[in-house]
């Protein structure tokens, strides 16, 4: 089946630092990938939709310049989180599009900002 | 603008028996998708059903099925011989042409032994 995966599974970062959270598609070739934040007990948040090769297409309310996307190839998309508060500790989830309807989740990111 | 709705934030389900999740969408696309994802403490996100707007005939996976009334916008999710392994957060889910899943806000399932 379909595989998509993400690293780490697990980062704490001091305050004001950036990280980068990786999404690969394993075993196939994405189109587009998602991006997702999930808070505790609550729904899935799309951030931002990227297409290889092209600018990502982020969701209102949502920071471009502080969650930088890079979609850099078919199996690769790159989650950036620039100076990090607080705030921005969460799950993050990115989802992966093949071809059609169909999408594939990532196990998920836990960010935790100190 | 689509949005997915689920009424029921928490559902207990005693093990072997049957329990029902709501879920009801709007949407103005003639074309879309409704899904049903698990959430486990893992947090891993698992599809369990998915339906195609066009087919009038319900969706089946095992012991998982669903009840779609399309002129009701409604799509629910049927779990038959309940077991531990199903207590998780359910997400009901609707895809048209962006490809941006819309998900409800979800349903604890506890299974009681």
């Known amino acids: 089946g379909a595989v998509v995966s993400q690293h780490p599974s697990w980062v704490i970062c001091k305050s004001g630092t950036s990280v980068k959270i990786e999404c690969r598609s394993l075993?196939?070739?994405?189109?587009?990938m998602f991006w997702y934040r999930q808070f505790p007990k609550q729904s899935l948040m799309l951030m931002a939709t990227?297409?290889?090769?092209?600018?990502?297409?982020?969701e209102q309310g949502v920071e471009k310049d502080k969650f930088l996307i890079n979609h850099a190839s078919l199996t690769l998309s790159t989650l950036t989180v620039t100076s990090a508060h607080p705030e921005d500790s969460s799950f993050y989830i990115c989802?992966?599009?093949?071809?059609?309807?169909?999408?594939?989740f990532g196990p998920g990111t836990r960010l935790t900002v100190t | 603008a689509q949005t997915v709705t689920q009424s029921q934030p928490e559902m207990s389900v005693q093990e072997a028996e049957t329990v029902t999740l709501s879920c009801t969408y709007d949407?103005?696309?003639?074309?879309?998708?409704l899904f049903w994802y698990k959430q486990p403490p893992s947090r891993q996100m698992i599809l369990v059903i998915r339906?195609?707007?066009?087919?009038?005939q319900n969706a089946t996976e095992n012991r998982f099925s669903v009840n779609f009334q399309k002129a009701a916008k409604s799509f629910s999710l049927k779990i038959s011989d309940s077991q531990l392994g199903d207590a998780a957060m359910y997400f009901c889910?609707?895809?048209?042409?962006?490809?941006?899943?819309?998900f409800g806000t979800g349903t604890r399932l506890k299974v009681l032994a």
């Open positions: 989802s992966a599009r093949p071809q059609g309807h169909e999408q594939y």
């Open positions: 075993d196939f070739q994405a189109t587009t």
């Open positions: 990227s297409n290889e090769g092209s600018k990502a297409t982020y």
């Open positions: 949407t103005s696309e003639s074309d879309y998708y």
């Open positions: 339906q195609e707007a066009y087919k009038q």
């Open positions: 889910a609707s895809l048209s042409g962006t490809y941006k899943y819309i």
